[in-house]
Nanobody
């Protein structure tokens, strides 16, 4: 079965950096667009970034542009999220997901999800 396992979350001060990673198994990883979403307490899950199967096209939420970079390593079935200049508003559980069809910006377009990794940014 498909498994997605996120890692790299933690507690960081505002202005700091974290690098999240998502390891995928049970699918032909290189055939799929991958996305990262996040969900803060009391809020809906929101799009963060996505990357096409070959890594040539990326998409970002306006709130993270210039601070967050998505990348992938198909040989290792992993997708990464480099997060710099972190802000308290970035505090959330971060999820990676496999896109099935539809807009990359919409959670319903993704059909496999990881369990998430907590990112907490202190002010």
């Amino acid at each position: 079965q498909v498994q997605l396992v996120e890692s790299g979350g933690g507690l960081v001060q505002a202005g700091g950096s974290l690098r999240l990673s998502c390891a995928a198994s049970g699918l032909t990883f290189s055939g799929y667009t991958m996305g990262w979403f996040r969900q803060a307490p009391g809020k809906e899950r929101e799009f963060v970034a996505a990357i096409t199967w070959n890594g040539l096209t990326t998409h970002y939420a306006d709130s993270v542009k210039g601070r967050i970079t998505i990348s992938r390593t198909n040989a290792r079935n992993t997708v990464q999220l480099q997060m710099n200049s972190l802000e308290p508003d970035d505090t959330a559980v971060y999820y990676c997901a496999v896109r099935s069809d539809g807009s990359v910006y919409v959670a319903d377009s993704y059909y496999y999800w990881g369990q998430g990794t907590q990112v907490t940014v202190s002010s």
